[in-house]
């Protein structure tokens, strides 16, 4: 989808300390071979935080960009657990965050789209922004992933996942950067990829590790691997193209491209041969000492090229994004300030 005139008034992230791979790997935590296939440097750790706290926090810094912007529209996104069960987190960010919240007539979302829940945010946040003629819109992602549940070495193969969180607000008055176009495309036949023997009647063992790799050895006993490679990279190019069309660009005209924050293996064969991009263009030597922070991959990283000056005026920035379900999302960027 085209925008003409959605603008990234405010934009910021939270990370943690970075915890060493090869220190995890000398604990016993991470396996040396997978280690050494997916080649990451560390990952960001934030021991004891809860996801909404984290959201809450950077949606304050990126409101601290430029004028005060009343908020209508907050929308949330995380993968796994955010704090409470039975419980509305996007309310909760909104409370905590923004104290006229209740005065406002605030409106509170929540996406779940798994890694793709970031651009899918983003995208239904510009589709506000463009709606609204009067506040803006805030759009958050945040993820904490704590053992002994989610084991983030050990639990899915070809990422690590991280903690960590990203905050965005959307307007209609010219801000630091402008939404060009945001696309997204869905492919629910390969929902059992990640399902295991789901759906279940009670909610898994917390105690127990999630085996996200037990649940694709299910799926891929009946299914062709080709088959489910040849779906994922076909996707991935298609949104793509979407979004880039819709900007009115092409692909050798953007300047950056933010992927997933994977390991190399996934990195080389579903983003960089894909599009024949070389690595600079890309944010791989930074998302390598992160690693995958759930669904705020993209954000973080598009704040991280704004706030180091990576991404001089003029600029364009293609985020692309992926997540189990299966859902693709990709969104380009023009930086204006």
């Known amino acids: 989808m085209k925008h003409d005139d959605v603008y990234i008034t405010g934009i910021a992230s939270v990370l943690g300390q970075r915890d060493p791979v090869r220190e995890a790997v000398a604990r016993g935590d991470y396996d040396p071979d997978d280690a050494a296939e997916d080649d990451l440097e560390s990952i960001s750790v934030i021991p004891g935080a809860a996801p909404t706290e984290l959201a809450a926090r950077a949606l304050g810094e990126a409101l601290s960009f430029g004028e005060d912007r009343r908020i209508d529209t907050l929308i949330h996104t995380g993968i796994h657990f955010q704090g409470q069960d039975y419980w509305t987190p996007?309310?909760?960010?909104?409370?905590?965050?923004?104290?006229?919240a209740a005065s406002s007539r605030l409106t509170t979302l929540e996406i779940r789209q798994?890694?793709?829940?970031?651009?899918?945010?983003?995208?239904?946040?510009?589709?506000?922004?463009?709606a609204n003629s009067g506040g803006a819109v805030a759009v958050t992602a945040a993820d904490v992933f704590a053992q002994p549940h989610f084991d983030r070495y050990r639990s899915d193969k070809g990422l690590v996942l991280a903690d960590g969180a990203a905050a965005v607000v959307l307007d209609r008055s010219s801000g630091i950067a402008a939404v060009r176009s945001s696309a997204l495309i869905g492919d629910p036949s390969l929902e059992p990829l990640y399902a295991g023997d789901a759906p279940r009647p009670l909610p898994n063992d917390p105690s127990t590790r999630l085996d996200l790799r037990g649940r694709k050895d299910i799926y891929l006993a009946d299914h062709p691997i080709e088959e489910a490679i040849a779906k994922l990279t076909g996707a991935t190019e298609e949104v793509l193209r979407i979004a880039l069309e819709d900007a009115d660009c092409k692909i050798d005209q953007i300047d950056r491209f933010v992927f997933p924050n994977t390991g190399r293996g996934i990195a080389e064969w579903k983003f960089l041969s894909q599009y024949g991009i070389d690595e600079d263009r890309t944010l791989w030597k930074w998302g390598r000492t992160v690693g995958h922070i759930g669904a705020a991959d993209q954000l973080a990283g598009l704040h991280h090229l704004i706030s180091t000056g990576a991404t001089p005026k003029g600029s364009l920035v293609a985020l692309c994004s992926s997540g189990i379900g299966f859902n693709w999302g990709a969104a380009i960027i023009e930086i204006i300030a």
């Not at 798994?114 to 463009?130: K, Y």
Request: proline fraction near 4%; charge should be neutral; avoid cysteine.
């Open 90 to 100: 996007a309310a909760h960010i909104a409370r905590t965050a923004l104290p006229d």
């Open 114 to 130: 798994a890694s793709n829940g970031g651009l899918a945010a983003l995208h239904t946040g510009a589709l506000f922004a463009a």
